[in-house]
């Protein structure tokens, strides 16, 4: 069964905090994404990396880094949390055409 | 870049109804187009997709259509049940290794029993 694990269910962070979020697939997929979920707003592509160190900054950047030193592993850096990052995060893996995604990390930053 | 509309954004059906929802996307290179279904707590899971060389695709109670020259497709539900209720995504993106994924806002599905 093919997975996508996200580290953490629910992170609840405080406003100027640098904040991890990790996600490891085990497919040996090239490509990794993440995406951030807001009601009404679908699914927005933040940063994506189609290979080992490498990285392109997806519709909605500002505020996030992100870090791809192996391949099954994929971090999203919120280099300094605010209350307008608070949202649901997905991260996802893809190889030629379906995206398989983790359960989602809740982050509510006060 | 592409971008995606996805129509309604929230349907309630009588089970046993047929759902329809409805998406258009910008960029005549996609030719990849996936549904996703979420559910609650949980991450979207690939439910049926299509390439553009097709028309339609139908797999049990869902099928989705697609007309490249009006650049719209259409996921349509049929004897809707409760398991049914849930948040569906279309998606478009040039099936190629590398390419993004572009979400359509999302429909909320609510089948009542």
């Known amino acids: 069964d093919v997975k996508v694990t996200q580290s953490s269910r629910y992170l609840v962070k405080r406003t100027g905090e640098k904040v991890f979020l990790e996600c490891v697939q085990d497919?040996?997929?090239?490509?990794m994404f993440w995406y951030r979920q807001d009601p009404g707003l679908g699914l927005r592509l933040i940063y994506f990396s189609y290979d080992v160190k490498m990285k392109e900054k997806g519709d909605i950047p500002e505020g996030y880094s992100v870090s791809r030193e192996k391949k099954e592993r994929f971090s999203l850096i919120l280099e300094s949390a605010s209350t307008n990052q608070t949202s649901m995060y997905l991260c996802?893996?893809?190889?030629?055409?379906?995206?398989?995604f983790g359960q989602g990390t809740r982050l509510t930053v006060v | 870049g592409e971008n995606v509309e996805q129509h309604p954004s929230t349907l309630s059906v009588q089970e046993g109804d047929s759902a329809v929802i409805k998406c258009t996307y910008s960029?005549?290179?996609?030719?990849?187009f996936p549904w996703y279904k979420q559910e609650l707590g949980k991450g979207p899971q690939l439910i049926i997709d299509?390439?553009?060389?097709?028309g339609e695709k139908k797999d049990q109670r869902i099928a989705v259509t697609l007309n490249k020259t009006a650049k719209h497709f259409s996921l349509h539900i049929t004897e809707t049940q409760p398991e049914d209720s849930a948040v569906y995504f279309c998606?478009?993106?040039?099936?190629?290794?590398?390419?993004?994924?572009?979400f359509g806002g999302g429909t909320r599905v609510l089948v009542k029993p």
């Open positions: 299509i390439r553009s060389n097709v």
């Open positions: 996802a893996s893809r190889g030629y055409t379906e995206a398989f």
């Open positions: 998606a478009a993106s040039i099936a190629a290794a590398g390419n993004k994924l572009t």
């Open positions: 960029d005549s290179a996609s030719n990849y």
């Open positions: 497919m040996d997929h090239e490509n």
